[in-house]
C-alpha cells in the first residue's frame, strides 16, 4: 500500500519535472531561433553603439558561446534553481518572480472568489428554469465572456473611481484598490463558470435522485442548492482549473489598465522586449502551476465525489 | 568666457527661438505665473507612463530613467530649452581658447545624500565611469582625462576641440552621483534602484516598490540649484509620489478625477477636454530629429533623388499631422526640430507644399510609368519600397500617420509595403541595410545630433542612426568642422548648411515634430521642462495650499 502510494508519488514528480524541463527547453530555442540581440534590448535607446560595447554585453550575458554550449550552462543553472539573470531588469530571476507573486495571487484569489460566487448565485437561480430571468442570465454570461477584461476595467473605472470617487484608479497596496481589478477579473470568469454549472446541474436534474429529492418535499431551489450543484461541480472544478491556470495570461491587462504591480505586467514586459530567462522564468512558473493544478484537481474530485475514490 | 558665451547663445536664442509661454509656435508652454509666494509642503502625486528598468544610467540608459532621475541627480551645467546654459554643480567655467581644455569651478559645500561631500575627486571618478560605460554618447567624445586640479577644480582635457561637450554634461546621462555608493552597492543593486541611488538633488529616493510606484522626499540640506531656478534653498515640496499607469486613459481619468496633480503622456485626442477648469495641458516640443521618414539612398527606388523628392511633395502631410494630432505637434519642415536652439534652420520652413502633379511629373520624368493595378513599372519593375518599422518605436498613433502615408503614396504610384517588426529583427535588417525607407525621431537638444543621423560612418552597422545610409563628403565634413568650432555662430551656420543640404536631396522627409503633453491640476505651480523637452525636476514645484 505505501509503497504504491510511493510509486505513484514518484511517478507524478517525475512526469512533472519531465513537462517542466520540456517547457524551459522548448522557450530556450524559441527564444533563441528569433532574430535579434539581447544587446539590443539593453542597449535600446542609444544613438552611438560601438562593436567593442556589443562585444562586452554578450560576454556579460555569456552569449559569446554556441548555442548547445550556452543550453548546458542554462539547464545545469535550472538544476541548481538557477534562474538566470534578466536581460532588460538586469536582476536575478527568481527574485523578480518572488517580488510579483503575491500581488498577483492576491488578484487571483479575489477574482476566482468574485467569479465563484457570482457563478454559484446564478446558476442556482436559473437552473431547470425558463423565462425572462434565464434569457438576461444568458445574455449577462455572453456579454461577460465576450467583453474583453481591459474595456470592463476601464469601464468600471470611469463610472466607479473617476465619477463616483468609491475606488482609487490605482493601487496603492491597499484592500480598497483591489476591488475594481478583482471585479474586473470576476466578471471576466463568471461567464464561463455560470454556464458550465448551470448545464451540468440541469443534466443532474433529469436524473432520478432529483426527481426522488423533489418528491420528498424539496423546493426546487434547494435541490439545485443541495444536490445539483455537487454534481454540477466536477465540470465547474475542471473549468475552474483551467481558469487558474490561465490568471496571469488575464492579469497582464487588468495590472495595466490599474497600475498594479505582479506578473502579469512582468511577463508583458519580458515578451515585448525578448528578454529570454526572464521569459523563461515566467513560462516555467506558469508549466508548475498548471502541473499543480492538476495534482490538486485530482484530490479535490474524489472529496466532491466519493464515486472517483480508488478502488483499492 | 562663460557669460561671454551666454551672451551670444542668448541673442542667437532670440532670434531663433522662442515664443514665451504661447503654446503654439515653438517651445513650450508653462504654468502661469501665479499670484503669491510659492506655498510650501504637500506630496505631488505624479502619474507616468513609463517605468524604468534599470535605475543606473551607466549601465541602461532610458528616456524614463533620464527624466526621473533628474529629481535626485545634479549635473554640472544646466541646460535651458532656451539654448542657455546656467551654472549648477559648476558655478563657472571655462574653455580653452584651442576649444581642448574645460575647467570647471565647483560650487562650494555641496554633499551627496550620504553625506559625502561632492568634490573634484567625485566629479573625476563619474566622468570616468561614463566614458568607460561605453555608453550615453561616451564613444563620441574625444575623451583624454578629467582630473581634479584642486578640491573644488575639475579640468577636463580632450584629444581635440568637441563643442558639444557641454550640452552631453548637462544632460542626465552624465550627473554626479556618490562615488561612495557605487561602491557599496552591486551592480545589481544600483540597477534596482530605491536606496542605491545617491545623488545631490533636491530630492532623495526612499522607497521603490516595483511595478507601482517611486517614493521621493526632500532634500533639506539642498543649497545648490541652478543659477536659473525660480527659487534657492530646498525644493518647495515635502515629497513625490511617483505611479507608475502605462494605460492612458487611466491616466487621463486620474488626473480629471483629482487623484493626480500631474500626469505624463497625454494623449492629443484628450487635451481639449482637459484644458480650462480644474486642469489644462502644457507643452514642449522636442530638440532634435523630428519625427520623419529616413530613405535609403543607397539601394532600391530611394536612391534616385527624383523619387525621394516625389515622396516628399506628393503626400499631404500638413492633413494627415493636423487630422490625426489635432493641431497640438507642429508640422516638420527640417532635419531638426526648432526647439534645437541655435543649430535650427528656419529658413526651410515652408519649403515645398503638396502638389501631386508635380510628383506625379517627377516619377514619369524618372521613367516610372502607372501600370495595370496603378502601381508604376519601369523595366518590368514595380515601385515597391519596404518600409520596416521598429515596433518599440510606434507612439503618438504612428501606425495610423503610417497608414495615411500608405494611401497617398498609393494615389502616386509608389507601393510602400510597412513591416512592423520586433527592435531585434528590426536592427538584424537595419544593420543588413535591407529596407528602402524607416521612420524615426531622436531627442537631443544639440545640433550635433545630426552628425549621429547623417554622417556616413555612422549607418545601422556603424552603430549609429543614419538610416539612409547617406554618405556625402560635404556633409560630413560640415559635420565634422561643426563639433570643432568653438564659435557658436558659427557653429549654427555649419548646422543651417547641413540641413539646407539634406533637404536639397531629401534624404529624409521630414513630417512632425513630437511635442510633450503634460496634464497638470489646477493647483500646480512652477512645473518647468527640460531642455530634452521632458519635465524637468519638481524642484520649483508648488501646490496651492488647499492641496
Keep these: 500500500m505505501t509503497a504504491r502510494v510511493l510509486v505513484a508519488v514518484l511517478r507524478r514528480a517525475g512526469s512533472a519535472l519531465v513537462v517542466l524541463w520540456g517547457a524551459a527547453t522548448a522557450v530556450f530555442f524559441t527564444m533563441h531561433a528569433v532574430p535579434g540581440d539581447p544587446e539590443d534590448v539593453i542597449l535600446g535607446q542609444e544613438l552611438l553603439v560601438t562593436e567593442e560595447l556589443r562585444a562586452q554585453v554578450r560576454a556579460d550575458f555569456g552569449l559569446d558561446r554556441p548555442l548547445p554550449a550556452q543550453y548546458l550552462t542554462f539547464v545545469g543553472n535550472l538544476a541548481r534553481g538557477d534562474l538566470g539573470r534578466s536581460y532588460l531588469l538586469q536582476q536575478p530571476v527568481a527574485d523578480l518572480i518572488r517580488d510579483q507573486l503575491a500581488p498577483t495571487l492576491q488578484l487571483a484569489a479575489a477574482g476566482l472568489l468574485v467569479a465563484a460566487l457570482l457563478a454559484t448565485v446564478l446558476a442556482v437561480l436559473t437552473t431547470g428554469r425558463s423565462g425572462i430571468a434565464r434569457q438576461l442570465a444568458v445574455v449577462l454570461e455572453v456579454v461577460a465572456i465576450s467583453a474583453p477584461a481591459y474595456w470592463v476595467g476601464i469601464v468600471l473605472l470611469a463610472f466607479l473611481s473617476f465619477r463616483l470617487g468609491w475606488f482609487p484608479a490605482f493601487s496603492d497596496g491597499g484592500l480598497r484598490a483591489l476591488v475594481l481589478p478583482a471585479l474586473t477579473m470576476g ?126 | 568666457m562663460p557669460a561671454r558665451l551666454g551672451a551670444v547663445l542668448a541673442v542667437l536664442t532670440m532670434a531663433a527661438a522662442c515664443s514665451g509661454g504661447d503654446s503654439g509656435g515653438t517651445g513650450q508652454s508653462a504654468t502661469p505665473d501665479a499670484a503669491g509666494e510659492p506655498a510650501q509642503g504637500g506630496v505631488l502625486n505624479y502619474v507616468t507612463d513609463v517605468e524604468p528598468t534599470c535605475w543606473d544610467l551607466q549601465q541602461q540608459s532610458t528616456i524614463a530613467s533620464q527624466t526621473l532621475l533628474r529629481n535626485v541627480l545634479d549635473s554640472l551645467v544646466r541646460l535651458t530649452p532656451d539654448g542657455e546654459f546656467h ?23 555641496v554633499t551627496f545624500h550620504d553625506g559625502t561631500p561632492l568634490d573634484a575627486a567625485a566629479v573625476t571618478f563619474n566622468l570616468d565611469r561614463w566614458i568607460a560605460s561605453g555608453i550615453n554618447l561616451a564613444p563620441s567624445v574625444p575623451y583624454e ?68 510606484s517611486w517614493t521621493l522626499e526632500r532634500n533639506d540640506d539642498y543649497d545648490w540649484a541652478p543659477e536659473n531656478a525660480d527659487h534657492t534653498g530646498a525644493a518647495h515640496l515635502d515629497g513625490v509620489q511617483v505611479t507608475f499607469i502605462q ?100 529658413s526651410l520652413e515652408g519649403e515645398y507644399g503638396h502638389d501631386l502633379a508635380a510628383a506625379q511629373q517627377l516619377l514619369d520624368d524618372a521613367g516610372w510609368v502607372p501600370g495595370d493595378d496603378g502601381i508604376r513599372v519601369r523595366d518590368g519593375e514595380r515601385l515597391e519600397a519596404a518600409w520596416i518599422v521598429n515596433q518599440a518605436w510606434i507612439r503618438e498613433q ?66 549609429g542612426v543614419n538610416y539612409t545610409q547617406l554618405a556625402d563628403p560635404d556633409v560630413d565634413q560640415l ?59 519638481f524642484f520649483d514645484v508648488w501646490l496651492d495650499q488647499a492641496q
Aim: aromatic fraction near 6%.
Design chain 1, 187 to 312: 466578471i471576466a470568469i463568471f461567464g464561463l463558470l455560470s454556464q458550465v454549472l448551470r448545464e451540468a446541474a440541469e443534466n443532474a436534474e433529469r436524473q432520478p435522485f432529483a426527481l426522488t429529492a423533489r418528491t420528498r418535499g424539496l423546493s426546487r431551489l434547494a435541490v439545485t442548492a443541495r444536490h445539483l450543484l455537487k454534481h454540477a461541480s466536477i465540470p465547474a472544478l475542471t473549468v475552474g482549473g483551467w481558469v487558474v491556470g490561465g490568471v496571469v495570461g488575464g492579469a497582464v491587462l487588468i495590472e495595466a489598465v490599474f497600475g498594479r504591480p505582479g506578473l502579469g505586467r512582468l511577463t508583458l514586459q519580458a515578451v515585448v522586449n525578448q528578454d529570454i530567462p526572464l521569459i523563461v522564468g515566467l513560462v516555467l512558473l506558469s508549466a508548475l502551476v498548471f502541473v499543480l493544478i492538476t495534482i490538486v484537481l485530482d484530490v479535490v474530485y474524489r472529496l466532491v465525489d466519493p464515486r472517483l475514490g480508488t478502488r483499492s
Design chain 2, 87 to 109: 551654472g549648477w554643480l559648476a558655478e563657472t567655467w571655462e574653455v580653452s581658447p584651442d576649444g581642448t581644455t574645460y575647467t570647471f569651478h565647483l560650487s562650494d559645500g
Design chain 2, 145 to 212: 582625462s578629467a582630473t581634479a586640479t584642486d578640491p573644488r577644480t575639475v579640468t577636463v582635457q580632450l584629444t581635440e576641440p568637441y563643442a558639444p561637450l557641454l550640452q552631453i554634461l548637462s544632460m542626465p546621462i552624465v550627473s554626479i552621483v556618490s562615488p561612495a555608493s557605487v561602491e557599496q552597492y552591486t551592480p545589481e543593486q544600483l540597477c534596482a534602484g530605491g536606496e542605491a541611488i545617491v545623488g545631490s538633488g533636491p530630492f532623495r529616493s526612499a522607497a521603490y516598490v516595483q511595478g507601482q
Design chain 2, 247 to 346: 494605460e492612458n486613459s487611466t491616466r487621463v481619468g486620474a488626473l480629471s478625477s483629482g487623484q493626480a496633480h500631474l500626469v505624463s503622456n497625454v494623449p492629443p485626442v484628450d487635451v481639449a477636454n482637459l484644458r480650462g477648469g480644474e486642469t489644462d495641458v502644457l507643452t514642449a516640443e522636442a530638440p532634435g530629429i523630428p519625427y520623419s521618414l529616413q530613405l535609403n539612398t543607397a539601394t532600391g527606388p530611394f536612391a534616385d533623388p527624383a523619387v525621394r523628392e516625389a515622396l516628399r511633395v506628393g503626400v499631404d502631410y500638413d492633413t494627415l499631422v493636423e487630422s490625426l494630432y489635432h493641431g497640438l505637434f507642429p508640422r516638420a519642415w527640417s532635419l531638426l526640430t526648432p526647439a534645437t536652439a541655435n543649430a535650427y534652420d528656419a
Design chain 2, 398 to 463: 504612428r501606425d495610423v500617420l503610417g497608414e495615411g502615408i500608405q494611401d497617398a503614396a498609393l494615389e502616386l504610384g509608389i507601393d510602400l509595403q510597412r513591416e512592423t517588426l520586433d527592435p531585434g529583427t528590426f536592427t538584424a535588417r537595419a544593420q543588413a541595410g535591407d529596407y528602402d525607407l524607416t521612420d524615426m525621431s531622436q531627442s537631443r537638444a544639440e545640433g550635433d545630433m545630426l552628425n549621429l543621423a547623417y554622417r556616413s560612418t555612422l549607418t545601422p552597422s556603424g552603430g
Design chain 2, 479 to 537: 559635420l565634422g568642422d561643426a563639433a570643432r568650432a568653438t564659435d557658436p555662430a558659427q557653429r549654427s551656420d555649419l548646422y543651417a548648411q547641413v540641413q539646407q543640404r539634406l533637404s536639397d536631396g531629401s534624404v529624409a522627409i521630414p513630417v512632425y515634430v513630437p511635442t510633450y503633453l503634460l496634464g497638470t491640476s489646477a493647483g500646480v505651480h512652477g512645473v518647468h521642462f527640460d531642455a530634452p523637452g521632458v519635465p524637468w525636476s
